[in-house]
T-cell receptor, first 118, second 112 residues
Framework: GAVVSQHPSRVICKSGTSVKIECRSL??????MFWYRQFPKQSLMLMAT?????????EQGVEKDKFLINHASLTLSTLTVTSAHPEDSSFYIC??????????????FGSGTRLTVV | GIQVEQSPPDLILQEGANSTLRCNFS?????LQWFHQNPWGQLINLFY???GTKQNGRLSATTVATERYSLLYISSSQTTDSGVYFC??????????????FGKGTHLIIQP
């Protein structure tokens, strides 16, 4: 239980184009989802909190106009990287808080999306 | 916000050895988790352990909340244990709608 699915797993796009990443909770409802970014050999940094039916909350230093977040349903959040540039190349991971289920309670993560902007 | 520090940053061991990874955090926590990130980037949830001790096979974890640290033990290491181990924590200032803060990780290499 408590599975988060993320697509695509890998995407290469041209500079200036936009890319959409989907994050779905498969077997539970998630009113809140989280988006993280990870540069090579570094830790995960929280970018934004996605709230179902309302605006996302962005961490300091994250451009809300570049990273558009939509949480249209209780099982789907999307992150759109707009007008992508090579410096946006990174590993993006989504997360949701799993419902209480024994030792699995806590936050569960998608498999990540490796974005390369050329 | 909460600060999370992990040590050591790198650890190289021979297969069969035991290891202890440490996580210090700066505030009381409502959630503390240990993850293993595999070479493909997937974060595998090892333990949800804001306090107490848990064991799962060769892995175990202990969190001493009053002293603000957690330890991850790996016994009889195998090459498949290699990867990056992250500790992540949060304090529920926002009623449970906050994201985790990650440490910088411990890069573990198990040599055959």
């Amino acid at each position: 239980g408590a599975v988060v699915s993320q697509h695509p797993s890998r995407v290469i796009c041209k500079s200036g184009t936009s890319v959409k990443i989907e994050c779905r909770s498969l077997d539970f409802q998630a009113t809140t989802m989280f988006w993280y970014r990870q540069f090579p050999k570094q830790s995960l940094m929280l970018m934004a909190t996605s709230n179902e039916g309302s605006k996302a909350t962005y961490e300091q230093g994250v451009e809300k106009d570049k990273f558009l977040i939509n949480h249209a349903s209780l099982t789907l959040s999307t992150l759109t990287v707009t007008s992508a540039h090579p410096e946006d190349s990174s590993f993006y991971i989504c997360s949701a808080r799993a419902p209480r289920s024994g030792r699995l309670y806590g936050y569960t993560f998608g498999s990540g999306t490796r974005l390369t902007v050329v | 916000g909460i600060q999370v520090e992990q040590s050591p940053p790198d650890l190289i061991l021979q297969e069969g050895a035991n290891s202890t990874l440490r996580c210090n955090f700066s505030d009381s926590v409502n959630n503390l988790q240990w993850f293993h990130q595999n070479p493909w980037g997937q974060l595998i949830n090892l333990f949800y352990i804001p306090s107490g001790t848990k064991q799962n096979g060769r892995l175990s974890a202990t969190t001493v909340a009053t002293e603000r640290y957690s330890l991850l033990y790996i016994s009889s290491s195998q090459t498949t244990d290699s990867g990056v181990y992250f500790c992540a924590a949060l304090t529920w200032a926002g009623g449970g709608a906050d994201g985790l803060t990650f440490g910088k990780g411990t890069h573990l290499i198990i040599q055959p």
